[in-house]
């Protein structure tokens, strides 16, 4: 399981952005799977930081690409986000050389 801490803005806003907070070491994959379970009302994107990877979301579903299998085994450093209403983009940033 895994929490989204709002880091900013302190006041009343739709806009929130902050960093995922977990409760064990998350592969990519897993990451994505959960998030896609737990916010199915939500669309956004899938971005891995220092790539071009990047993949669109919405309705619990991947939209236009899945990721190479070595992303989505790789495990994860930290994971920052944006959201605003019912859009959530989340940048993945993996352990290095993974």
């Known amino acids: 399981m895994f ?3 709002r880091v ?6 739709p806009y929130a952005g902050g960093y995922v907070k977990f409760d064990r070491r998350y592969t990519v ?4 799977k959960e998030a896609l379970e737990n916010y199915s009302a939500i669309s ?5 930081d220092g790539t071009s990877l990047e993949a669109r ?7 236009d690409k899945e990721f190479p ?4 085994n790789a495990k994860i ?3 920052s986000f944006y959201t605003g209403w019912n859009k959530a983009d989340y940048v ?5 050389g993974q």
Request: aromatic content about 10%.
């Open 3 to 5: 929490k989204l801490i």
């Open 8 to 13: 900013f803005p302190r006041q009343v806003s």
């Open 29 to 32: 994959g897993e990451f994505i």
């Open 44 to 48: 956004g994107t899938f971005c891995i």
């Open 57 to 63: 979301y919405g309705k619990g579903k991947l939209i």
């Open 69 to 72: 299998e070595d992303t989505l």
């Open 77 to 79: 450093a930290a994971v």
């Open 92 to 96: 993945i940033t993996k352990i290095e």
